[in-house]
């Protein structure tokens, strides 16, 4: 299994603009996003805007990007990316006589989860540092920040459900891609997914947070952690995106495992 990882860290290693667009942008607009923000607050209000900032709660907050409609775009293109070369290029017949089906399925899967999971790391350590970094120049040093253990909990917390949630769209995009051998057919109904689940909770209001769809379990859980939410919603949408990641990984893995790769 580590030759396979090392083997698929390599291969997206090369290819930077797919490592960078579909794993990394995502994070680092957020930031940048968060950058011009502040900046602008700071260049109108001087050293007087602002209070003090618990640094592990914002940190968590801006983990709410896996939730991002257009952010989990970017991350389908990613993640179909990764599987659907080996279709583009017709690898698979190559490497499934060397390697077991489940082995090759799941080093793709575990790699995608490596760089999600290092994008969000990415995002937390990178609003941690933009705090810092506006608490020294509004004067306050280090006095204007707050760090406590509840909040490195809640941090915690929120890397794991966000993980969750990306995990699941891993799933449904790397599942489709196989199904259907297209990378458009992997990315267009994760997106409209993503995108209907919005506009169903416009059109329906709270009728519509009853439906255990993925970005609703997320939700649930992001209000428990975040914003004092039902604990039993939590765990119920905690318990959702685990169920949703079982069955989409089960199903993608059970259609790879028997198909017909003598031409791909």
């Not at 995502?26 to 700071?42: D, I, R, S, W, Y």
């Not at 890397?159 to 196989?178: K, N, R, S």
């Not at 109904?189 to 609703?216: E, W």
């Not at 119920?236 to 791909?264: K, P, T």
Request: hydrophobic content about 60%.
């Amino acid at each position: 299994m580590r030759p396979l990882l090392s083997a698929e860290m390599l291969k997206l290693g090369h290819q930077r603009a797919i490592l960078f667009w579909g794993f990394l942008a995502v994070p680092l607009l957020a930031l940048l996003f968060k950058l011009v923000v502040e900046g602008l607050l700071f260049v109108r209000m001087g050293r007087q805007g602002g209070g003090d900032v618990d640094v592990f709660l914002s940190a968590a907050k801006s983990l709410s990007l896996s939730g991002n409609s257009l952010g989990q775009l970017l991350y389908a293109l990613g993640i179909a990316s990764v599987f659907f070369l080996e279709y583009r290029y017709a690898t698979w017949r190559l490497l499934v006589p060397r390697q077991g089906r489940v082995h090759l399925f799941a080093a793709k899967c575990l790699i995608c989860l490596f760089w999600l999971a290092l994008g969000l790391l990415i995002a937390a350590f990178g609003d941690m540092m933009l705090n810092v970094l506006f608490s020294v120049l509004k004067g306050q040093g280090t006095g204007g920040l707050v760090i406590s253990g509840a909040s490195l909990v809640t941090l915690a917390a929120a890397f794991v459900g966000a993980l969750l949630e990306l995990a699941v769209l891993t799933a449904l995009v790397a599942t489709l891609v196989i199904v259907f051998r297209s990378m458009i057919a992997g990315v267009i109904p994760a997106f409209l997914l993503a995108i209907g689940s919005t506009v169903l909770q416009l059109y329906l209001g709270s009728d519509a947070d009853r439906l255990p769809l993925p970005s609703y379990a997320a939700q649930w859980s992001r209000d428990w952690v975040l914003a004092d939410g039902s604990p039993l919603a939590g765990m119920a949408g905690g318990a959702a995106l685990v169920g949703w990641a079982v069955v989409l990984f089960s199903l993608g893995f059970i259609v790879f495992s028997r198909q017909q790769m003598a031409s791909e």
